[in-house]
């Protein structure tokens, strides 16, 4: 007579089962983990490229630079826009500026022959034009201010520009250019060395101040950069092209004033790197700008176990 098994596992057969089942959710787990990694990467550099495209596709749309700011540590990535805060063409009588700003000119004329259409002719008499306030909209904010000057003769310093306690530009006798932002306490200043802007032409110059350093620009390209703190009065005094004791000798036209504003930020989980400066600039048409970017930039994203990267091209393109 043969003996039935008894019902049930033994003891070993349970211990068998139980390893098994402990080396499956072990495996899954890590492959979940590393499934997790994997797509945070891919989420994190689709974040960047998402940015770049938005960033040339403002710059296009809006006909201004947009630029992408990274991080100096990597842990975050900014766009900057550009944010009219008054200009003038100076093709009225009663010159009128952009949001409101109407400007009132002392010793000059309207005449033809301007940049573009009529400018302000100054003869050396002490002439200048009073913009009123022209109040920056943050104390963090960065700034551009541009100006089109045509110089009859550098014979003596001018002031081209100037809001007091907030930033000037200025030409000396030798026709270098001058800059400052800030109160005189502390404030960023640069003097040109030996660059002088032509006579009897018309040059764009620029005051460039990002938040941490100034940039002096002639025709768009940067002449001079030196970084720095700055406070800013944000007073009510008012904006000046030429003064009366500094006054202009020539024709100004087509006068800008733009903020600088930080217009979105995205907080990375992943440190970044990027190749190059730590500013991506996109000009008025989508193109990288060759003065900041004079090659393509590329971005990259690490985690722990991986990099991903994004690349912009110089027709500012991102893939």
């Known amino acids: 007579m043969s003996r039935r098994r008894p019902s049930g596992v033994t003891l070993i057969e349970l211990m068998v089962v139980m390893s098994i089942i402990a080396i499956l959710l072990g495996v899954g787990l890590a492959m979940m983990s590393e499934s997790n990694k994997d797509m945070g990467l891919r989420a994190a550099r689709s974040s960047v490229l998402g940015i770049c495209r938005f960033a040339r596709t403002a710059a296009r749309n809006t006909r201004a630079p947009v630029a992408i700011r990274i991080d100096p540590e990597g842990k975050y990535l900014s766009t900057v826009i550009r944010r009219p805060m008054a200009a003038w063409h100076f093709e009225d009588e009663t010159q009128p500026g952009a949001l409101g700003h109407y400007a009132k000119i002392t010793n000059g004329k309207l005449s033809d022959g301007g940049r573009v259409g009529r400018a302000v002719s100054f003869s050396d008499a002490g002439g200048s034009i009073d913009c009123g306030n022209v109040p920056m909209y943050s104390k ?88 720095g703190k700055a406070t800013f009065a944000m007073g009510e005094s008012p904006l000046t092209i030429g003064s009366k004791d500094m006054p202009l000798d020539g024709w100004v036209d087509e006068v800008r004033v733009d903020a600088l504003i930080e217009d979105s930020r995205i907080v990375m989980r992943d440190p970044l790197t990027v190749s190059g400066p730590a500013e991506i600039r996109w000009d008025d048409t989508g193109a990288l700008d060759p003065s900041i970017n004079p090659g393509p930039a590329t971005i990259t994203v690490k985690s722990p176990v991986d990099s991903a990267s994004v690349t912009v091209n110089l027709l500012g393109g991102s893939q």
Do not use: C
């Open 140 to 227: 963090d904010q960065g700034l551009l201010v541009e100006i089109w000057y045509l110089p009859k003769l550098h014979k003596k310093d001018r002031v081209l520009v100037q809001k007091s306690g907030e930033f000037g530009l200025a030409v000396s006798k030798l026709g270098t250019l001058q800059a400052f932002v800030g109160v005189e306490a502390q404030r960023v200043a640069i003097v040109m060395g030996d660059a002088a802007i032509p006579e009897a032409r018309w040059s764009k110059i620029g005051l460039l101040w990002d938040g941490a350093a100034l940039t002096i620009l002639v025709n768009d390209f940067p002449l001079a950069k030196k970084a």
